[in-house]
């Protein structure tokens, strides 16, 4: 595990009120590339949100807390998953996606994107 500074993103995004667009489009970069990394694991991480997602001592985003993560079973492809039936209600409620947040759902790694896109809007 790699030592990261002391802030997360959402202590980041309360305190830089005048963001740098150039800033903001390489953190949405670099957060999207390492969402892929953990798919391609076929790896849901569930609880995507700006305190999960951190700042290493070189500025570069790292995303931790763990403790949700499933894995994909039966996978069809590299890329094509066939939903699952996971835990249901888990993760930070206003991150989650609707099917996470229904009874007896199945869902798969599109919950991530959900959870990027709501932390995309954020910016």
Same mark, same amino acid.
């Given at each position: 595990m790699e030592l990261?500074?002391?802030h997360s993103l959402r202590?980041? =995004?309360?305190?830089?009120?005048?963001?740098?667009?150039?800033?903001?489009?390489?953190? +949405? %970069?670099?957060?999207?590339?390492?969402?892929e990394y953990i798919h391609s694991k076929g790896l849901i991480h569930?609880? =995507?949100?700006?305190?999960?997602?951190?700042f290493s001592l070189d500025n570069?985003?790292? +995303? %931790?807390?763990?403790?949700l993560v499933t894995k994909i079973i039966n996978s069809d492809s590299e890329t094509e998953y066939d939903d699952?039936?996971?835990?249901?209600?888990v993760g930070t409620q206003f991150y989650?996606?609707?099917e996470q947040m229904i009874l007896g759902?199945?869902?798969?790694?599109?919950v991530d994107i959900y959870?990027?896109?709501i932390i995309f809007i954020i910016f």
């Amino acid at each position: 595990m790699e030592l990261c500074a002391r802030h997360s993103l959402r202590e980041w =995004l309360l305190y830089y009120k005048n963001r740098d667009k150039i800033d903001i489009l390489k953190i +949405i %970069g670099q957060i999207t590339v390492d969402v892929e990394y953990i798919h391609s694991k076929g790896l849901i991480h569930r609880d =995507l949100k700006p305190s999960n997602i951190f700042f290493s001592l070189d500025n570069q985003i790292k +995303i %931790g807390d763990f403790g949700l993560v499933t894995k994909i079973i039966n996978s069809d492809s590299e890329t094509e998953y066939d939903d699952k039936q996971h835990t249901d209600q888990v993760g930070t409620q206003f991150y989650m996606s609707p099917e996470q947040m229904i009874l007896g759902n199945s869902y798969d790694f599109k919950v991530d994107i959900y959870s990027l896109g709501i932390i995309f809007i954020i910016f």
